[in-house]
C-alpha cells in the first residue's frame, strides 16, 4: 500500500512539474540593434538614439535605452494585452486602435496604445508593430513626438518611411478621438 502511495505523489508532483515547464518558456530570442528617432518638440529637432533589445517568447517584448531614458513595452499573447515600464513603474497600455497597412505587397499590423489615458498633460500614444518595435510616440496634448528614424536592416527603410508617412497622414488613426480630462487638477476652494 505504501508503494502505490509513494508512486501516486511521485506522479502528481512530476506532472505539476512538467507543467509549469510548459508553461514558462525561459530562452528567449534576442536580437539587439541601435535606432535612432527623431524627436520633434514645439520649436526643436534632434535625433535620440536607442539601444533596442527584442525579445521573442511567447511575449514580444522591446526595450529600448538611450542616455535619457529607458522604456519596455510588452505584449503578452495569451491574454492580449499590453504593458510599458517607464522608470521601473509598470503601467498597462490601453489599445486604442489597430489598423492593417500594405507595403509592396506585405501587411504591417499596427497597434495604436493609449498609456495614461484621461490624464490631462500626461496621455501619450504609441504606434507598435510587432516585427519592428515602435514606429512613433507622440503627446496627445503636446505638440511633440518622436518618430522612428533609422534602423539597422537596409531593406527596411523603404518600408519603415511609407509605414510612418501613412500612419502620420492617416488622421482618424494618428489623432485622437477628443480627450476631455477625467481628472482635473484644480486649487483647492476654501
Known sequence: MR???SVFYFLIFTSCIRGYQKKVDLSPI????SVFYLNIRKDSAYLINYDLQRATTKNNRFTYTSHRDTFTIVYDSQFSKW????GGDSIKLILEKEHIYEINGTNYKIYKLIRDPGIADGEMSYFVNLKIGVLAIKS??????????????PDMEIVLSSLLF????DEIFWNNQ??????KFVAPTK
Open 30 to 33: 534576442l536580437s539587439k540593434d
Open 140 to 153: 496627445n496634448t503636446w505638440r511633440s513626438y518622436q518618430i522612428l528614424k533609422k534602423i539597422q536592416e
Open 178 to 183: 477628443n480627450v476631455t480630462s477625467d481628472i
Open 3 to 5: 508503494i502505490i502511495i
Open 83 to 86: 504593458t510599458g515600464i517607464f
Open 166 to 169: 501613412n500612419i502620420v497622414n
